[in-house]
């Protein structure tokens, strides 16, 4: 069975003060990891797949990082716009379209 | 990337009511799903709409409670049928890129009911 574990469950950071997410997973072969932002009572935005470890994918102030696992989401110098909630999930190689989320990280930026 | 319209956006409903929401993806997509989301919570599976056939509901969901249509490749309804205040969530709609590579969702129906 898929599993994802994301940490911490908040986090709250001064505008500025970069920081990591943490998404620890285990999978039968994976076949793609997400990363989603949500703001409050929204749906999740797509942000980035990432496919095999090693890989890397930059938008704006934001990285995510794979490795066999965990994937790390950093946040350079954030700003207060970037507070809500960050999803993860995996898609194993076990023929479904399902993927498994984790819980979130809930991230407050304070100006 | 395929754009995911829903509707309604939010609405507030009475307790033994029913509602149907609407989802609408910009290109036909094979895999289309309903999730529900609790305050607080992660993201709930509720079924899979399958095209021309009866969805895939998921453990502790059934199709009295949720029924789905799937009409064709762009679009689907989830109707919450007798609602009560535990029905209070955001439910969304979501859909699988050809070769399931990215999932996108819409942007959710939040629903209270009161």
């Known amino acids: 069975e898929d599993q994802v574990t994301q940490s911490p469950e908040a986090l709250r950071l001064q505008e500025g003060e970069s920081s990591s997410l943490n998404c620890s997973y285990t999978v039968s072969g994976l076949r793609g990891l997400f990363w989603y932002r949500q703001d409050p009572g929204k749906g999740p935005e797509f942000l980035f797949t990432l496919y095999s470890a090693g890989e890397e994918k930059e938008k704006e102030r934001l990285k995510a990082t794979l490795t066999k696992k965990e994937s790390f989401l950093h946040i350079t110098a954030p700003k207060p716009e970037d507070s809500a909630t960050y999803l993860c999930?995996?898609?194993?190689?076990?023929?479904?379209?399902?993927?498994?989320f984790g819980r979130g990280t809930s991230l407050i930026v304070h100006p | 990337s395929a754009v995911i319209s829903q509707k309604p956006s939010r609405d507030i409903c009475q307790r033994g009511t029913s509602l149907t929401i609407q989802c609408q993806v910009d290109s036909q997509v094979t895999m289309m799903f309903w999730y529900r989301q609790q305050p607080g919570q992660s993201l709930t599976l509720i079924a899979t709409a399958n095209q021309g056939s009866e969805a895939t509901y998921e453990s502790g969901f059934v199709i009295d409670k949720f029924p789905i249509s799937r009409p064709n490749l762009t679009f689907s309804t989830l109707t919450v049928s007798n609602m009560s205040p535990e029905d209070s969530s955001i439910y969304l709609c979501?859909?699988?890129?050809?070769?399931?590579?990215?999932?996108?969702f819409g942007e959710g129906s939040w629903l209270t009911v009161v």
């Open positions: 999930a995996v898609l194993g190689s076990g023929g479904s379209y399902i993927p498994t």
């Open positions: 979501s859909v699988s890129s050809s070769g399931g590579n990215t999932i996108y």
